[in-house]
């Protein structure tokens, strides 16, 4: 079986689906025939999906952490210069996840919501893109958080980051929870923070419901999240990969595509 980045692109299993494909329309004509069967369907979204809008990945040569070490969850809390590091890296936006608009994957994303066709997309991003593609918010898991705006530990009030933004460089003062005074945090998940349980309970339910599951942009390297697709696939979901790179779930799915988000998904769902 051949690999590499980009090609080829391929499926198994199944009776309409057997062999490799060399041919990218004939990859196409397969996943829009795996979604027009599907009744539920389930998007689960990477990095990979996000870096067409200028956002880069974590681990890639370029990516965020090559560039800068991870401040991790207990750091923050103990040590006034990691919250101030960490804060200054989010006014500055020195780790790239915000500012970006949404690209073709994401509008493709939001017409198969829109058409009933995927019931839910779990996503390992920050960076808010699907909200802004116009997925309704109650149809988007994050798994990982979000980086457009900041909650407390304590009470978990929201603060925008516009507000906090005026005082941390106007005054030079660590962000406070305005309710109760306790720990104010970028709303995404560092290392060592709990995964968000809501999340994680909403996003089991919801890949043991679909019938197809479809990864977009994900190495499906980082746990927990990167265990939906092979609990969706032992449920009797089909599973499609739709990704750069190999990853290690790629010889029990039954479509395969390594090649970009936006390209494959526009040829699948058409856009306006």
């Given at each position: 079986m051949m690999r590499g980045c980009c090609a080829p692109i391929w499926c198994r299993g199944g009776r309409n689906y057997g062999g490799v494909l060399s041919d990218?329309?004939?990859?196409?004509?397969?996943?829009?025939?795996?979604?027009?069967?599907?009744?539920?369907?389930?998007?689960?979204?990477?990095?990979?999906i996000s870096t067409e809008s200028g956002i880069p990945d974590f681990r890639s040569p370029g990516g965020v952490w090559s560039r800068m070490k991870p401040i991790y969850?207990?750091?923050f809390l103990a040590s006034e210069a990691m919250r101030?590091?960490?804060?200054r890296r989010v006014f500055t936006g020195a780790m790239g996840w915000t500012g970006a608009t949404p690209n073709r994957g994401h509008r493709a994303v939001a017409r198969l919501v829109a058409q009933r066709k995927v019931a839910a997309v779990i996503t390992q991003n920050v960076d808010n893109l699907h909200q802004e593609s116009g997925v309704p918010a109650d149809r988007i898991i994050e798994l990982h958080g979000n980086a457009s705006y900041a909650t407390c530990l304590d009470c978990g009030t929201r603060h925008e980051l516009e507000?906090?933004?005026q005082s941390f460089l106007g005054r030079d003062e660590i962000p406070t929870c305005r309710a109760?005074?306790?720990?104010?945090?970028?709303?995404?998940?560092s290392f060592g923070q709990?995964?968000?349980?809501?999340?994680?309970?909403r996003a089991e339910t919801e890949t043991l419901a679909c019938d197809l599951f479809i990864v977009l942009g994900s190495s499906l390297v980082v746990y927990p999240a990167a265990?939906?697709?092979?609990?969706?696939?032992?449920n009797g979901a089909r599973l499609v990969i739709v990704n750069r790179e190999p990853t290690e779930y790629d010889d029990i799915a039954d479509l395969v595509i390594n090649d970009e988000i936006g390209p494959t998904l526009s040829a699948v769902v058409p856009l306006d």
């Amino acid at each position: 079986m051949m690999r590499g980045c980009c090609a080829p692109i391929w499926c198994r299993g199944g009776r309409n689906y057997g062999g490799v494909l060399s041919d990218l329309m004939s990859a196409h004509a397969a996943l829009a025939s795996l979604i027009a069967q599907s009744r539920r369907a389930v998007a689960f979204t990477g990095a990979g999906i996000s870096t067409e809008s200028g956002i880069p990945d974590f681990r890639s040569p370029g990516g965020v952490w090559s560039r800068m070490k991870p401040i991790y969850f207990d750091d923050f809390l103990a040590s006034e210069a990691m919250r101030r590091e960490a804060w200054r890296r989010v006014f500055t936006g020195a780790m790239g996840w915000t500012g970006a608009t949404p690209n073709r994957g994401h509008r493709a994303v939001a017409r198969l919501v829109a058409q009933r066709k995927v019931a839910a997309v779990i996503t390992q991003n920050v960076d808010n893109l699907h909200q802004e593609s116009g997925v309704p918010a109650d149809r988007i898991i994050e798994l990982h958080g979000n980086a457009s705006y900041a909650t407390c530990l304590d009470c978990g009030t929201r603060h925008e980051l516009e507000t906090l933004k005026q005082s941390f460089l106007g005054r030079d003062e660590i962000p406070t929870c305005r309710a109760c005074g306790g720990l104010v945090k970028s709303a995404t998940i560092s290392f060592g923070q709990p995964m968000p349980r809501a999340a994680m309970d909403r996003a089991e339910t919801e890949t043991l419901a679909c019938d197809l599951f479809i990864v977009l942009g994900s190495s499906l390297v980082v746990y927990p999240a990167a265990g939906f697709p092979l609990l969706a696939k032992r449920n009797g979901a089909r599973l499609v990969i739709v990704n750069r790179e190999p990853t290690e779930y790629d010889d029990i799915a039954d479509l395969v595509i390594n090649d970009e988000i936006g390209p494959t998904l526009s040829a699948v769902v058409p856009l306006d």
